[in-house]
């Protein structure tokens, strides 16, 4: 199985890579928004899946240059995409984001509105609605999937459960307070992750599926759980509004593969990769 891939140095992708020894690997450690280079690179490799995982993800790093994040997420997929149908069965996988949601009390389809709840998901819905339209006469196969909250041991401490342990570990002070953390989300292990990619990219699976764990968790009854194991009383101030964004996963379970970790296990993984006693 030869499999190339971009974005094989950030989390996800090393984690790929670690975990799949029987796959070879063709690592793209170029420039996606150079057109002219990232196409002469797809057109002189052999593979027969292209997994694209590379994108700019952090809120305040888009938000700082949005501009660059649009050439990297959006223009880079792009080159990818035009690149790929000038080749002949290849399989292509486009790691998307729950981003590309609003907000539901109801568990979300893929068939769900689409109106993101950040730029990064309106760069990666542009994304996906570019790749729908061109695979569509392609012989080609495209896959998305909508990936859900997710932690590891090597994310930036700007994200979310990263950062819960930072604030937490910082503090000398038994009491703490959280803001705006009343919101609801659904995270699935980097190991379900990463099977769900390989499954799908097994039996070459086309459309979009999400790719998380179904189940709802409250971000106060997350902090809860880590604040009881540091010994850390946790004080709520309110917010303004409240999100959900909780999957429907019917869809993939539908096809054979369902979640194996949850939000308890996930924690543990993280400390003891960490050496949190």
């Known amino acids: 199985m030869i499999c190339a891939i971009t974005g094989s140095s ?10 799949n020894p029987d796959v070879k690997f063709l690592r793209y450690l170029g420039d996606i928004t150079n057109k002219k ?7 002189k490799k052999k593979f027969d899946y292209f997994l694209h995982l590379a994108a700019i993800v952090p809120t305040s790093e888009i938000k ?19 690149a790929l149908l000038l080749k002949r069965n290849v ?7 729950s981003h590309v ?25 542009f994304s996906e609605k570019y790749i729908l339209n061109k695979f569509k006469n392609s012989e080609n196969k495209y896959c998305i999937g909508r ?18 342990y930072q604030k937490i570990l910082m503090s000398k002070k038994k009491k703490m307070i959280f803001y705006n953390t009343n919101h609801n989300r659904d995270f699935i292990s980097i190991n379900d992750i990463n099977n769900s990619i390989f499954f799908l990219l ?25 604040c009881k194991k540091f010994n850390k009383i946790p004080k709520f101030l309110a917010n303004k509004s409240s ?31 960490k050496n949190f006693k």
């Open 10 to 19: 950030g989390v996800l992708g090393s984690y790929i890579i670690k975990n």
């Open 202 to 226: 097994k039996n070459k699976s086309k459309g979009i599926y999400n790719i998380a764990s179904g189940k709802k968790i409250n971000l106060q009854y997350l902090i809860k759980k880590i």
């Open 147 to 164: 990936i859900f909250s997710f932690t590891d041991q090597n994310q930036k401490k700007s994200f979310l459960i990263p950062s819960i």
């Open 37 to 43: 280079e990232i196409k002469n690179w797809i057109l």
């Open 243 to 273: 999100t959900t964004l909780i999957a429907n996963i019917s869809k993939i379970k539908k096809i054979g593969w369902s979640p194996k970790d949850d939000i308890v296990k996930i924690l543990k993984d993280y400390e003891l990769s």
């Open 91 to 97: 399989w292509f996988f486009f790691a998307s984001s």
């Open 64 to 82: 700082n240059n949005y501009l660059r994040a649009k050439k990297v997420n959006y223009y880079g997929t792009k080159n990818i995409v035009d």
């Open 101 to 125: 949601y609003s907000s539901s009390k109801k568990r979300l389809k893929e068939t769900s509105i689409k109106k993101s709840i950040s730029s990064y998901g309106k760069l990666k819905y």
